[in-house]
């Protein structure tokens, strides 16, 4: 396969996240060094459906570096999951000469990609969303980012809770995953984190707060995931702000409460120098990858390296870890692979707990 490829699709698929443009900008530069055609297409799967597809030069993405959302616009495409979706999207790489995708996004970018590469279309995804939650890397595109626009928004919660002698509960996105949640709240000091992996005693936290209080503190912070269970039919978050101002207001020791949620404001914004660096990283091994004839495979970061792993296994890693296994998914696996696979979901978790015990330890 190695020296056939001549013009290379690049895609930005599922929720948008900081760094996707610059990663854009890194596969169209590396790849038009090389000799090889780049394309854009609009819109992620959908665009390879409706052939939403134009040339890029070096010129059009050099104002991509420092681009917030994604410049190649995205969507989540249930069409492109269905046979005449998919049959559709073939044809259009056929009739544009496109002899590989590099596609990035999350989970549901890495199933489009494993389902164009068993097509014949060579596809290499490189990990995007906030959320950080793909299994098989250290880290995924818009992260850091996400993590410092909740820290602007944070500090400045903390400034006018200290004001005023309040608690203010945030909410953080983050869907089923508490990457964001945990790491943001370590960092804004929060005297409280509750993320849905993690066993949470809400009488315990409840009287932390109450006792902190009592001892002099003036202003609290309390960081909620989006993905933690939500309790009496509402999300967790706006239960436990009503439960703090309800119970401490009848027991005359009040602790005034507000709830914020930043949800979609944490998407935006001009990616930050770790996504920057990342971006670039990552497209480059992708673009190296599609020349050496690889295909269904992901860029992952790994201890400080960047190695390409086989998506299938990926995303099986990444069900694991997130105890969604569905039957027959291990039997392609030998037994030395799924005790890897256990070993390295056991690490992940190891390494959460680690830092949620840090969380508590600071809180
Ligand atoms: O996966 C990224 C993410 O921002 C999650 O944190 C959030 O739950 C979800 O996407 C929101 O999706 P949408 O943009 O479709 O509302």
Redesign the pocket.
Same mark, same amino acid.
């Given at each position: 396969m190695a020296n056939t490829i001549k013009k290379i699709g690049v895609l930005t698929s %599922? !929720?948008d996240?900081p760094g996707m443009s610059t990663a854009v900008r890194a596969v169209a530069l590396a790849a038009l060094k090389q000799g090889i055609e780049v394309v854009a297409i609009y819109e992620g799967y959908k665009g390879l459906i409706y052939n939403n597809i134009k040339p890029l030069k070096n010129t059009d993405v050099l104002n991509f570096i420092n681009a917030g959302g994604t410049t190649l616009l995205s969507d &989540?495409c249930d069409e492109f999951k269905t046979e005449e979706g998919m049959a559709k999207a073939i044809a259009t790489c056929k009739e544009e000469n496109i002899d590989a995708i590099i596609a990035i996004g %999350?989970d549901g970018t890495f199933r489009g990609a494993t389902d164009l590469s068993h097509r014949g279309i060579p596809t290499i995804g490189i990990p995007a969303?906030?959320?950080n939650d793909i299994t098989s890397t250290d880290y995924a595109l818009g992260f850091d980012t996400a993590m410092n626009t909740n820290l602007m928004l944070g500090d400045r919660l903390r400034d006018t809770c200290w004001s005023h002698a309040r608690c203010n509960v945030i909410e953080i996105? !983050? &869907?089923g995953a508490g990457y964001?949640a945990l790491q943001s709240g370590i960092a804004l000091g929060a005297t409280i984190v509750a993320i849905p992996e993690c066993d949470f005693d809400e009488e315990a936290a409840i009287a932390k707060l109450k006792a902190a209080r009592a001892n002099g503190q003036r202003s609290f912070i309390i960081a909620v995931a989006? %993905?933690f269970p939500e309790k009496d039919g509402v999300p967790y978050g706006e239960y436990l702000t009503k439960r703090i101002n309800t119970e401490t207001k009848a027991e005359g020791a009040w602790i005034d409460t507000k709830f914020c949620r930043p949800a979609?404001m944490v998407?935006g914004g001009a990616p930050t120098l770790r996504d920057r660096l990342m971006a670039a990283q990552f497209a480059e091994k992708a673009v190296e990858l599609i020349l050496a004839g690889k295909s269904d495979c992901v860029v992952c970061a790994r201890n400080g390296e960047i190695v390409e792993t086989d998506i299938s296994y990926a995303l099986i890693l990444d069900r694991m870890y997130k105890g969604k296994l569905k039957d027959g998914d291990l039997d392609k696996f030998s037994e030395e692979q799924v005790e890897a696979m256990k070993a390295f979901c056991a690490m992940r978790k190891a390494e959460l707990d680690k830092m949620y015990a840090l969380a508590n330890l600071l809180a």
């Amino acid at each position: 396969m190695a020296n056939t490829i001549k013009k290379i699709g690049v895609l930005t698929s %599922g !929720g948008d996240a900081p760094g996707m443009s610059t990663a854009v900008r890194a596969v169209a530069l590396a790849a038009l060094k090389q000799g090889i055609e780049v394309v854009a297409i609009y819109e992620g799967y959908k665009g390879l459906i409706y052939n939403n597809i134009k040339p890029l030069k070096n010129t059009d993405v050099l104002n991509f570096i420092n681009a917030g959302g994604t410049t190649l616009l995205s969507d &989540r495409c249930d069409e492109f999951k269905t046979e005449e979706g998919m049959a559709k999207a073939i044809a259009t790489c056929k009739e544009e000469n496109i002899d590989a995708i590099i596609a990035i996004g %999350g989970d549901g970018t890495f199933r489009g990609a494993t389902d164009l590469s068993h097509r014949g279309i060579p596809t290499i995804g490189i990990p995007a969303t906030i959320d950080n939650d793909i299994t098989s890397t250290d880290y995924a595109l818009g992260f850091d980012t996400a993590m410092n626009t909740n820290l602007m928004l944070g500090d400045r919660l903390r400034d006018t809770c200290w004001s005023h002698a309040r608690c203010n509960v945030i909410e953080i996105m !983050g &869907r089923g995953a508490g990457y964001l949640a945990l790491q943001s709240g370590i960092a804004l000091g929060a005297t409280i984190v509750a993320i849905p992996e993690c066993d949470f005693d809400e009488e315990a936290a409840i009287a932390k707060l109450k006792a902190a209080r009592a001892n002099g503190q003036r202003s609290f912070i309390i960081a909620v995931a989006e %993905g933690f269970p939500e309790k009496d039919g509402v999300p967790y978050g706006e239960y436990l702000t009503k439960r703090i101002n309800t119970e401490t207001k009848a027991e005359g020791a009040w602790i005034d409460t507000k709830f914020c949620r930043p949800a979609h404001m944490v998407r935006g914004g001009a990616p930050t120098l770790r996504d920057r660096l990342m971006a670039a990283q990552f497209a480059e091994k992708a673009v190296e990858l599609i020349l050496a004839g690889k295909s269904d495979c992901v860029v992952c970061a790994r201890n400080g390296e960047i190695v390409e792993t086989d998506i299938s296994y990926a995303l099986i890693l990444d069900r694991m870890y997130k105890g969604k296994l569905k039957d027959g998914d291990l039997d392609k696996f030998s037994e030395e692979q799924v005790e890897a696979m256990k070993a390295f979901c056991a690490m992940r978790k190891a390494e959460l707990d680690k830092m949620y015990a840090l969380a508590n330890l600071l809180a």
